[in-house]
C-alpha cells in the first residue's frame, strides 16, 4: 500500500478547510497532514490493499475547493442564517397566555 501525497497551497486554502476535506477519506484511508508556511502536504495511506486509487489525489483537490465554496457561502449567508434559526425557535415556543396573571 503505497502512501499519496497532495500538495496544497497554504496562500490559498487554510488549515480548516484542508482539514475538513482531508477528513472525508478517514474511512478508506489514513490521513497524516504536515503543514509549513507554504504549504500543506495531505498523506493519504489506504486502509485496504484494494480499491482504486488513481484519482484519489484529483478527489481530494475537488474536495478542497468544496469546502472553500462552502465556508464562503456559510459566510455569506450566515446572517438569514441566524434569522431563520431565530424565526424557528420562536415559532417553536409554546403560546403565551394569561400573561400577567
Do not use: C, W
Not at 500543506?40 to 486502509?47: C, D, G, M, N, Y
Not at 481530494?60 to 455569506?76: F, I, K, Y
Amino acid at each position: 500500500m503505497s502512501t499519496i501525497e497532495v500538495r496544497l497551497d497554504a496562500g490559498v486554502f487554510p488549515a480548516d478547510i484542508v482539514t475538513k476535506a482531508a477528513h472525508r477519506y478517514t474511512d478508506a484511508y489514513f490521513v497524516e497532514i504536515k503543514s509549513s508556511p507554504a504549504d500543506f502536504i495531505v498523506q493519504l495511506t489506504p486502509k485496504h490493499a484494494e480499491g482504486d486509487t488513481s484519482q484519489i489525489a484529483e478527489h481530494l483537490r475537488n474536495d478542497v475547493l468544496d469546502e472553500q465554496l462552502r465556508a464562503l457561502v456559510r459566510s455569506e449567508t450566515q446572517d438569514i442564517h441566524a434569522v431563520l434559526i431565530e424565526a424557528a425557535l420562536r415559532q417553536a415556543l409554546p403560546p403565551q397566555s394569561g400573561q400577567g396573571r
